[in-house]
Structures are given as structure tokens and as C-alpha cells.
């Protein structure tokens, strides 16, 4: 009944064939064991790989130009900020399926107050946020006191953002493409950018960082993994479950509308369809980073490689010339041997 | 006699109508183990749900070292020193054994926005609580507990309740899905808790696992207690039969036998 | 019942008698006064392509006192929302359907239905290829050829030698259509072309676009000319040109008006815009369906509302209609 799955392929250098003692007890590990099993190398390999794959062939053409790591860098960002979140509410053992109709959501309130009305800035930043309040208190509210699956509440919501959000778009101004300038502060926190590398590599490094150290280092962080590994032993331990994934809903919607202002900022259009592709991509960048669908398990540096192998790849098709079909079909082989290898690597850290 | 740590007097509970607990008392003294038997159906979950805080009493009354106390939840229950371990929901098995020990507790050092988890502490505190309870093969407090054998993972959530200060342990079916092996390794955990002082109360079906540890029984049948007694009193196959139903299964058997089938009637 | 109240009651009866039957004599001359009902299928506002088309069948609408249904089709889910959204103009027997065709094998049968059910069809901005043949009883848009055709003939005015073709809406037929029609003028013209299809899961992140087409154009050094067919990817398109600093080495064009887009035009970053003219598609399509339910006269076969070009001898004129009118031109 313990010890799971039968022996991983690959095995440590020093960790004997036998893998059980009288007792069931566990075996000291390698060093290398120990590396091989952190939560994050399936997502570190993958980037590596990918990497190795895109410069070996496209390196001529221009991956490796410093346009060409920019490019990937920049992908990679604006994908690696949602997924933080994304990847927390994972751990937790719940979905955000909204995000993506949030970041379209805060493109047009932006768009409204500032390219529509010609207000301040950060008139529209500011309701952008709010509106991700609300949407997030909503999620969370709705998944804590109707305990159905967040899947389906999360779904439903997204449909109420986007109608409420083409609603309000066409209403006001008729069109649900506005065109959205940013002056001042609001266009350097957004949108500043040095020869090409957006400053969004710069949020991005400081969200995963505090996200990171929150996760490991913090007793909420600990509480995040316990509600997601399972529910009901937290919830006896003690663990404020319910207040966990509030907190986290919010930072998804939050880390939404973030994404929305940065990039409607940063060409200067707003859109209500902007953003659609998060839930997909974000979910896609975790589970290469080595989370598990179900929970409980993962870390957050590996959500950072797994969106720079994502946006390594995205990026690097084009180098190469390929048609949009082949890049699919690259992207879904991707994740399929992500989540293979990720498997095997957690198999191997339970012991064989 | 010592005060018993818990006491239950007189405790009654009706669900909707339906009498879930009729009358029992029962009480348990420091480094005692007191085994709790009886059929699926016969009350032991509601009687243990009443003495954890999950549910309140409809009459009678939970004592705790003499004074009459009203538990309004787990967490209550948790803090007078009463902790139940469970049988398959007791620990993570994809967290480390020093976070999962400290789980909602966890200590931390520094101050500020700077406090952090003082993840060596909790590695030190998980290690060397298992080694109190004589689990001496773990040595990586950063090892998923999911690599732990079954018994080291009961070892792990006893640990972490006496840690925070139980006094009783409320055991429910821990040795259910074990094996031969790991059943061992949890009976001689629930023998050095007690030698601790530690009051058990221990639910099984089993009744030789019952008979290894227990120093009194209670068996509950229909609500009410049907049997009370010390290990002394009984020899193991009497004991075994009363847990099995005793005179009503003898009579079905015998029913059975002599070609007779239809509801036994004869009350028992 | 006094005798007086009973023929009080008598002449009350004969009033009331009298009232329904001139009532029922006016039905009929209050039914030639009804409004002309018209159901108009076509693509949904969130595509910034349709929001003048809505707005020029909204204008005729109200000059017309017609009472227009417009029926939007989900772009995301195009044959069946093609389909459902026919099915629901037949039901609501209009006094006639007036039809954007974008996927006709789904959409021409249920046209035939529709005739078949006495209701007259006008096939709108697309379907220009097999409208003849479902019983509609005309078509107004553009050849989408014509689109192709034309950006072509002036990238290559603009020097270019190898076009790149940009589809943002992968499998789309029409965008695939003009594609091809670049495709051929460009041989004709002896130059060459390629087409670019961005991923779908790209569709909406512009910044990524301008990436994918500045990644694109840097490691394909031969490319001297862009065709994109919407006006945000051509945005998209001569900042990835900046970005690559082929500013001045790699002529843009685009299909659709926006302010931006206008702008790009002014200041020589871009060579030219098609404008399909979509006002007049939503305007004619209620005008002519107007006319064909109310005296059954229409213009006969296909009338082309598009494509004109802007460029940088008209930018002025055209974008001063556009800063004073809103969604004529295009969506601001």
C-alpha cells in the first residue's frame, strides 16, 4: 500500500536494486537523486532542451540575435506573470478559467478611461484593478460556499466577464477594439522598454521571486501545498482553507488585469478578446514546470521555465518559417512529454 | 483511581429522529488504552465525534480531568489535548515530513515582512518526535512522506499530535489498511504512547489487534453499550466472540444449521 | 331587465359590433403601414471589421423605418454558429434575410430553405462565389480577389519583389482567398509571394504578432513587402518592420480602417489600406432588402460597394470623414 509506482527507469548511483527493507523504511539518496527529484527539473530540462533544439537550427536565422533572445524573453514574460498565479491556485488544487476573459476585460476598461475618454492613465489602471477585485471575490466566494468544482464556477464567470465586458465596450463606445495611449509613469511601469527587452521581464522577475519565497519560505506557502494536497487534512490540521483560496483567486484575477493593462499599454490597442489564449498557455506553462494537475505538488520555479520553454517555442517557430499548424502540433508534443517526464521524475521522488 | 483524563456521562444523541447514542459512559485514564468495538451501525463514530468536538451531545455530559466541559469544536477539543489521528486523511503524501509536521504551526524566525518558515526547526522538532516513538530509519526530514511505510505515517501523525500537546489520542481504524508488518509497527507506537502517560482510545474492528493493546473494552451495539470490561476479565476468544455478536450469531449459526432460515427473532 | 335597459344593452352590443368590424376593416390598411422586418445575419461587433457594417445597417434602418434584427455569428465557433444563427433569422419570418455567407457549404442550403419558405434572401460581404445558385436575389460586397489583386499591384508600385501575406485567422477561407489572389497577381506581375498564418492562440496578443512577424521578416532577409488583413496585424506589422530596422527597405499594407492605421498612412510608415467598405455593406444590404420586400424591385446580380484604397493622395479627405463620422470609415 505505500511505496507507489514500481522502479523508475534511470536509477541514482549508489541506491541499491532492493528497493524496500524489513521495515518498508526509506533509504538515504544520492546527491544526485536529490537533484534529479526537486519539483523543478522537468521544467529546467525542458527549457534547456527546447533552448538547444531552437539554436542548433534557427541560431543563423536569428534566435540567438539579441532581437531573437529579446523576442523569446519578452514571450516568455508576459506568459511567466500569469502563470504565477495560475500556478499557485494549481498547488492549492484549483482552477482559474477566467483569467483569460479578465485580461480582455481590463484591456477595455483601460481602453474606455484612457483612449476613450482621454482620462489619466492610471484612472483606468485603478478600475482595471477593482474590477479584478470583484471578479476574484466572486470566484472565490462562489468556490468556497457552493464547494463545486472551480472548474465549472470559474467557466461560468468567465462567460459573465466577457459578455459584461463586450457589453460595456460596444455600449460606450461601440467597437471592442479601442486605441489606448499611455503617458507619463503609467507608460513606463507599463510599457517602458530597453532596446527590445519589455519591462515586463522586470515584473516578472520580482512577482516570481515574491511568489517563490512566499511558497517556500512562508507558513502560507505551507498552507497553500497542505489545501491542495488534500483539503480535508488541512482544513483538521487547522489550516484556514477557505481564506487560502480567497486570497488566491484574487491574485489570479489581480495577475490578470496586470497582464491586460501591461500589454494593451504596450501597442497601444485595447481589446476585449485579448488574453484568450492564458488559460490554456498558463495551465500548459505549469504542468512543464512540473505541477500537478491535482495539486499539491510543484514548484514555482519550474512554472518559470516551463513559460520559457513555452515561449521558446512560440517564438522560435518563426525562425524557423514553420505554419501555424506545425507549431500546435510541436506545442501539444511538448506538453505531452512534459507531463510524461514529470510523471516519471515524481515517481522517482516517492521512492520508486 | 486517577481522575480520568475524558470522561463521557450519561451521553445521549439523536439525529432527526433516529437515537444514535443511548446512555453511554465511558471513561479513559492517563496510559490507558481503551478499546472501542462494535459492529458498523452500533454508534462508535458519533460516540467519537462527541468526544473530539465534531458534534455536541443531545444529553449527558463530556468531562475532562473531572470538570464538565462543552467542546464546540475540533479545534477546541484539539487545544484541552484531545487530537484524533485518522486513517487515511492524516498526512500529505507529496509534502515533506518537517512541513507536514508543523502543518499550521509552523515556526518561523525573523520579523516583519522578513518572518519566515524556520524550516531547519521544523526538520529538527519532525525528527525528533518520530525518534520518541522509537522510528529510528528516517533520517531526511526533507523526504516526502509519501515514502514513508504506512506504520512511519501513523508514527508521524501521532508524533505531530502529542507534539502540540494531546493527551488523548483518538485512534479510528488505524491499522484498517495496513498489513501484518505495519500493524505491528502501529500497536507498539499505540504501547510507547501509553507508556508516555498518553490516554488511547482505540476503534477497530479487529479484535486481536484490540486484545494486543487494550486494557478495558467498551462494546457498542445499537447506540448502547452492550459489554464493558478490563483485559483481565476475559480470555481473547471471549472477547472475540462478543465482538463478533456473540449469543445472536451463535443463535443464527445454530438457526442456519438446523435448516430454519427466516429473521432471528429471539431478542438478544 | 327593464325595457330600457335592455335596449340600452341592444345599442351597446350594436357599437361594440360595429367598432370590431371597422377595426377589422382598418387590419388590413395598418398591415401595409407595418414596418418592414428584416433579419440581417452577419459577424460579430468584438471583430472590429463589423461594427461600421452594424452601424450602416443601423443608419438604414432608421432612415428606412425598418425594423432590423441583427443576428451575430460567433467567430469562435463559425460553421455552427453559421448555421444556428440562419436557422434562427428563418424562424423569426422576417419580410426578408439579408446574409453574410462566410461559410456557404453550411449557409447556401439553408438560404434554399429560406427561399423556399417565401422569404427573400440578399447575400452580403460574403459569399459572392455561390450566391447565384441558392435563389438569393442578389449580392452586395467585394470580390475578395479584387482585394488580392490590387494589394499586389501596389506593393510591387512600392518596390517590392517577394510579398508576405499574413493571415491571422488560420482555415478561414476568405482570408485564405485573398491570400491566393495576391498569390496569382504577384506571378503574373512576376514577383514572388509567401503567406505567413499566424497561430490561432496568437489571434489576440498583438505584441506577439508584431513579434512573430518581426522573427519572421529577420530570419526571410528576401522579404520586401507585408500584406496583412486586418488593420491592428498591419499596425503589428510596421512596428515589427521598425523593430527589425528594415524601416524604408520593407513596404506594409493592410485591409481595414482604424485611426491608427490612417495615421501609419499620413506619416509614410504604411503604403496603403484597402477599405472593403463595410458601411456600405450593412447600408446597402437593409436598402436594396428594403426595396426587394417592399416593391420587389432590386438591383440586379452584384453590386461591389468595395474595394477602394487609401493612400497617401487621399489620406486628408478620407481622414477627415473619419475623425467627423463615426464607424462610416471604419471603427475608431
Given at each position: 500500500m505505500t511505496n507507489t509506482q514500481s522502479a523508475a527507469a534511470g536509477?541514482?548511483?549508489?541506491?541499491?536494486?532492493?528497493?524496500?527493507?524489513d521495515d518498508g523504511a526509506t533509504r538515504r539518496r544520492s546527491v544526485f537523486a536529490g537533484l534529479i527529484t526537486r519539483p523543478e527539473t522537468g521544467g529546467i530540462l525542458s527549457a534547456l532542451a527546447v533552448f538547444l533544439f531552437f539554436a542548433v537550427l534557427a541560431g543563423k536565422s536569428g534566435f540567438l540575435s539579441p532581437l531573437g533572445t529579446a523576442y523569446w524573453l519578452d514571450t516568455a514574460a508576459d506568459l511567466g506573470i500569469m502563470a504565477i498565479p495560475i500556478a499557485m491556485l494549481m498547488i492549492a488544487g484549483e482552477f482559474d478559467l477566467s483569467v483569460g476573459s479578465m485580461v480582455g476585460a481590463a484591456s477595455i476598461i483601460v481602453g474606455i478611461c484612457t483612449?476613450?475618454?482621454?482620462?489619466?492613465?492610471w484612472i483606468g489602471v485603478g478600475f482595471a484593478f477593482l474590477a479584478a477585485v470583484a471578479v476574484g471575490l466572486l470566484n472565490g466566494f462562489l468556490v468556497v460556499r457552493t464547494k463545486l468544482p472551480s472548474f465549472i464556477v470559474t467557466l461560468s464567470t468567465m462567460f459573465m466577464v466577457t459578455g459584461g465586458a463586450l457589453g460595456i465596450s460596444i455600449g460606450i463606445t461601440g467597437s471592442s477594439s479601442i486605441s489606448a495611449v499611455a503617458t507619463g509613469s503609467a507608460n513606463f511601469v507599463f510599457a517602458a522598454k530597453w532596446y527590445e527587452f519589455n519591462i515586463a521581464l522586470v515584473h516578472w522577475i520580482i512577482i516570481a521571486g515574491v511568489a517563490i519565497w512566499v511558497m517556500q519560505r512562508t507558513p502560507f506557502g505551507n498552507w497553500i501545498y497542505a489545501t491542495g494536497g488534500s483539503l480535508d487534512t488541512a482544513r483538521l490540521a487547522g489550516v484556514p482553507t477557505n481564506r487560502v483560496k480567497m486570497i488566491l483567486f484574487l491574485c489570479t484575477s489581480i495577475g490578470a488585469a496586470f497582464v491586460g493593462v501591461m500589454e494593451t499599454y504596450t501597442f497601444q490597442n485595447a481589446s476585449?478578446?485579448?488574453?484568450?489564449?492564458y488559460v490554456f498557455s498558463g495551465i500548459a506553462a505549469c504542468v512543464i514546470g512540473?505541477?500537478?494537475?491535482?495539486?499539491g505538488y510543484g514548484s514555482l520555479l519550474g512554472t518559470v521555465f516551463g513559460a520559457m520553454t513555452y515561449g521558446i517555442v512560440s517564438m522560435g517557430v518563426f525562425f524557423l518559417g514553420w505554419n501555424s499548424e506545425l507549431t500546435d502540433l510541436f506545442i501539444g508534443l511538448l506538453l505531452l512529454l512534459a507531463v510524461l517526464a514529470n510523471a516519471r521524475l515524481r515517481q522517482f521522488a516517492m521512492g520508486r | 483511581m486517577a481522575t480520568p483524563i475524558v470522561e463521557l456521562r450519561g451521553i445521549s444523541k439523536h439525529f432527526q429522529g433516529v437515537q444514535?447514542?443511548?446512555d453511554l459512559s465511558l471513561s479513559v485514564e492517563a496510559g490507558q488504552v481503551l478499546c472501542l468495538l462494535g459492529e458498523n451501525g452500533a454508534g462508535k463514530s458519533t460516540v467519537i465525534k462527541i468526544l473530539t468536538g465534531v458534534e455536541r451531545p443531545s444529553s449527558g455530559d463530556v468531562l475532562i480531568d473531572g470538570e464538565v466541559s462543552h467542546l464546540v469544536s475540533p479545534r477546541h477539543a484539539r487545544e484541552r489535548g484531545i487530537a484524533t489521528v485518522y486513517?487515511?486523511?492524516?498526512?500529505?503524501?507529496?509534502?515533506?515530513v518537517a512541513r507536514n509536521f508543523v502543518l499550521a504551526a509552523e515556526p518561523t524566525k525573523g520579523r516583519?515582512?522578513?518572518?519566515?518558515?524556520d524550516i531547519e526547526e521544523a526538520g529538527r522538532i519532525a525528527l525528533a518526535g518520530l525518534r520518541e516513538l522509537?522510528?529510528?530509519?528516517?533520517?531526511?526530514?526533507?523526504?516526502?512522506?509519501?515514502?514513508?511505510?504506512g506504520g512511519e505515517r501513523q508514527a508521524l501523525a501521532i508524533a505531530r499530535a502529542l507534539h502540540f500537546g494531546a493527551r488523548v489520542l483518538v485512534l479510528d481504524?488505524?491499522?484498517?489498511?495496513?498489513?501484518v508488518r505495519e500493524s505491528a509497527t502501529v500497536l507498539k507506537l499505540i504501547h510507547t504512547v501509553r507508556q508516555r502517560g498518553v490516554a488511547v482510545v482505540f476503534i477497530t474492528h479487529n479484535a486481536y489487534h484490540a486484545y494486543s493493546v487494550g486494557d478495558h473494552f467498551v462494546v457498542m451495539r445499537r447506540g448502547e453499550m452492550s459489554a464493558s470490561f478490563d483485559k483481565?476479565?476475559?480470555p481473547i476468544g471471549e472477547v472475540i466472540e462478543l465482538m463478533a455478536g456473540g449469543a445472536e450469531l451463535r443463535s443464527l449459526l445454530s438457526a442456519a444449521e438446523a435448516g430454519v432460515m427466516g429473521p432471528a427473532t429471539a431478542g438478544v | 331587465m327593464t325595457r330600457a335597459l335592455r335596449s340600452l344593452t341592444t345599442a351597446l352590443g350594436a357599437l361594440a359590433l360595429a367598432a370590431a368590424l371597422g377595426g377589422l376593416a382598418t387590419v388590413p390598411a395598418m398591415a401595409q403601414d407595418a414596418k418592414i422586418k428584416i433579419a440581417f445575419v452577419s459577424g460579430p461587433l468584438?471583430?472590429?471589421?463589423f461594427p461600421p457594417l452594424y452601424q450602416g445597417a443601423n443608419d438604414a434602418a432608421k432612415d428606412l423605418n425598418v425594423d432590423l434584427n441583427y443576428i451575430p455569428i460567433d467567430e469562435h465557433d463559425i460553421e455552427a454558429s453559421s448555421a444556428r444563427t440562419m436557422q434562427a433569422a428563418i424562424a423569426q419570418h422576417p419580410d426578408a434575410i439579408v446574409v453574410g455567407s462566410f461559410i456557404s457549404t453550411v449557409v447556401d442550403p439553408l438560404i434554399k430553405q429560406a427561399v423556399a419558405a417565401g422569404i427573400p434572401v440578399y447575400v452580403n460581404q460574403?459569399?459572392?462565389?455561390?450566391?447565384?445558385?441558392?435563389?438569393?436575389?442578389g449580392f452586395v460586397g467585394q470580390d475578395p480577389l479584387d482585394v488580392g489583386i490590387i494589394a499586389a499591384e501596389r506593393l510591387q508600385g512600392g518596390g517590392a519583389k517577394n510579398i508576405l501575406c499574413v493571415i491571422n485567422?488560420?482555415?478561414?477561407p476568405y482570408l485564405q482567398s485573398i491570400c491566393e489572389a495576391l498569390g496569382g497577381r504577384a506571378k503574373e506581375l512576376g514577383i514572388a509571394s509567401e503567406n505567413l498564418e499566424l497561430p490561432t492562440a496568437d489571434s489576440t496578443d498583438l505584441n506577439k504578432v508584431t513579434r512573430n512577424i518581426g522573427a519572421y521578416l529577420q530570419s526571410h532577409p528576401t522579404i520586401d513587402g507585408v500584406f496583412t488583413e486586418n488593420a491592428l496585424v498591419g499596425v503589428a506589422a510596421t512596428a515589427a518592420v521598425e523593430t527589425v530596422q528594415l524601416t524604408g527597405k520593407v513596404a506594409v499594407g493592410t485591409m481595414e480602417v482604424s485611426a491608427v492605421a490612417l495615421e501609419q498612412i499620413e506619416s509614410g510608415k504604411m503604403l496603403f489600406l484597402i477599405n472593403e467598405q463595410p458601411y456600405l455593406d450593412g447600408y446597402y444590404g437593409v436598402l436594396f432588402a428594403y426595396h426587394y420586400a417592399k416593391y420587389g424591385i432590386a438591383p440586379v446580380g452584384e453590386v461591389a460597394t468595395g474595394p477602394s484604397v487609401v493612400d497617401a493622395a487621399n489620406i486628408h479627405k478620407i481622414k477627415g470623414v473619419f475623425e467627423q463620422y463615426a464607424n462610416v470609415i471604419g471603427s475608431k
Open positions: 536509477s541514482s548511483s549508489e541506491a541499491p536494486a532492493n528497493t524496500k527493507s483612449g476613450y475618454f482621454g482620462l489619466d492613465p476585449v478578446t485579448l488574453g484568450a489564449q512540473g505541477l500537478l494537475l491535482t495539486g | 444514535a447514542v443511548n486513517q487515511e486523511i492524516g498526512t500529505l503524501p507529496l509534502m515533506s516583519g515582512p522578513f518572518r519566515r518558515l522509537g522510528i529510528s530509519r528516517v533520517h531526511d526530514a526533507g523526504q516526502l512522506v509519501g515514502t514513508l511505510s481504524e488505524p491499522t484498517a489498511a495496513l498489513g483481565a476479565d476475559k | 468584438y471583430d472590429s471589421f460574403s459569399g459572392r462565389a455561390t450566391w447565384k445558385s441558392t435563389g438569393a436575389f485567422v488560420p482555415g478561414n
